[in-house]
């Protein structure tokens, strides 16, 4: 009995002294800041005051938790919000961990959950008078609306050359995540010029602050830049390809002949019926009781399509249907050759940038607050947990102890709502799973200039689940796409090049560059005009034709 105390008593001591650690851990001196909302935010948080800023912060709990956090409460408003550091921090100095949390409790479709690290009120700002002007050193976190879906970051850094202050914008970002959880954004700025951006504790983004290929416009500006005082000279041709000066336009060229003419071989079916209008008028309709001729005009009945066509090849006038010209040519125009002349794409020489300065390290600016300073359209968006440390281990810790089990609780939470949803309808969790990976495609870099077109997809596909398999087949083809430009995108030029040495014949070229009929497509024997059948190969007003052709 005395030796199962004993254990009980040993178990409980290091119980104990564990949790102390956590607790010394997270409170010690590598934690400049951690704000909880446990307890209301006034007279620790100042609320602006500037008139513009008219939106109504409350402290909330989380939607299924006793957590409380800070709340947006009303849609289509400005919010102003500032905490105040002890003392300025030192971004100079090792490594530097911002991290928060933020829950879209009803979904994100047009607003801005950021933060701004501001700078010492010195630098010309209040805490009442908090706007979008006020001075920050690092703006970060999510921000979603139309084609804008990223988690921001940008370093508002000091020209040393000009003394103005440049936001610097973090190249391809990540998402934001597109569900109703609890999610946790982390910056992590490293000694080494390095920076990490984190969701939910899974690195999604590192990037250099000197590298250009990082941030933009970049801190080092290029060495060289274009000459102002350059001037492209008169005589200067930049046309690769000329039309031929020799020439000539062939004597049995007739530029007059149109592109159909009357197919003369097409006979009338029989049955047609001349004399039958293709519409006649509704034998059941009858005059309104109230309609007034003098006021409502004479009383027509409504057409209908004559039932006497219905069996019938067609009725009213025939006509010969029309087919291709076979003596079209179209308008002539001399082929184009290689322009002797010609001298390349002018642009102006490079001399030596004037602001160019080298830099070893940013020269952050010290940060003294935090500030929530935004526009949404959306209501219910609740901040919490918001954490400036020294170390990454103390991020790491509160996204363990924290962030974690609550966003483990909504997650099976969402599992089940699917689940149940599901059983209504069977594409629901196929549905999200499509849209997770989907959602992650975007993310990758080389996709970049595609991503707002896949992210308008994915929206348009929440919105409509209906379409999922239409959307997730257009994002496919816009995939496949970009993967035949990058295996046979060279071949292609080659090919192009060698094709355009070939000097093609008198007049060649301007067959090409008209539109011509599909020569496949043939009207039915007998004309269209009773079955109003149309074979438009206007590649202007005929998407097939172009899809085709």
Known sequence: MMRNRQLISSILLI???????????????????????????????????????????????????????????????????????????????????????????????????????????????????????????????????????????????????????????????????????????????????????????????????????????????????????????EDWDERAKIPDPS?????????????????????????????????????????????????????????????????????????????????YKGKWSAPMIDNPAYKGVWKPRDIPNPDYFELDRPDYEPIAAIGIEIWTMQDGILFDNMLIAKDEKVAESYRQTIWKPKFDVEKEKQKAEEEAAGSADGLKSYQKVVFDLLNKAADISFLSAYKSKITELIEKAEEQPNVTIGVLVSIVVVFFSIFIKLIFGGKKASAATTVEKKKPEVGESSKSEETQPDSDIKPPKGGVQGKKVMYNTDPNENPLYNQYT
């Open 247 to 327: 020439a000539v336009k062939p004597d049995d060229w007739d530029e007059d002949a149109p592109m159909e003419v009357e197919d003369e071989e097409a006979e009338k079916p029989e049955g047609w019926l001349d004399d039958e209008p293709e519409e006649v008028d509704d034998p059941e309709a009858t005059k309104p009781e109230d309609w007034d001729d003098e006021e409502d005009g004479m009383w027509e009945a409504p057409k209908i399509d004559n039932p006497k066509c219905e069996t019938a090849p067609g009725c009213g006038e025939w006509k010969r249907p029309m087919k291709r010209n076979p003596a």
């Open 15 to 233: 119980l104990a002294f564990v949790s102390l650690q956590k607790l010394c851990y997270c409170h010690d001196d590598q934690t400049v800041l951690y704000e909880s909302f446990d307890e209301a935010f006034d007279g620790r948080w100042i609320v602006s005051k500037n008139g513009d800023y008219e939106g109504v912060w409350k402290h909330a709990k989380s939607e299924g938790h006793d957590d409380y956090g800070l709340l947006v409460s009303e849609k289509a408003r400005k919010y102003g919000i500032v905490k105040e550091l002890d003392e300025p921090l030192s971004l100079k100095d090792g490594t530097i961990v911002l991290q928060y949390e933020v829950r879209f409790q009803e979904g994100l479709e047009c607003g801005g959950a950021y933060l701004k690290y501001l700078r010492p009120q010195e630098s010309g700002w209040t805490a009442e008078g908090f706007d979008s002007e006020s001075p920050y050193s690092i703006m970060f976190g999510p921000d979603k609306c139309g084609a804008t879906n990223k988690v921001h970051f940008i370093l508002k850094h000091k020209n040393p050359k000009s003394g103005e202050y440049v936001e610097h914008h973090l190249k391809f970002p990540p998402s934001v995540p597109h569900d109703k959880l609890s999610h946790v954004y982390t910056a992590v700025l490293k000694p080494d010029n390095e920076v990490r951006i984190l969701v939910d504790g899974e690195e999604k983004k590192k990037a250099s602050f000197l590298s250009k290929e990082d941030f933009e416009p970049a801190l080092i500006p290029d060495k060289t830049v274009p000459d102002p005082e350059d001037k492209k000279p």
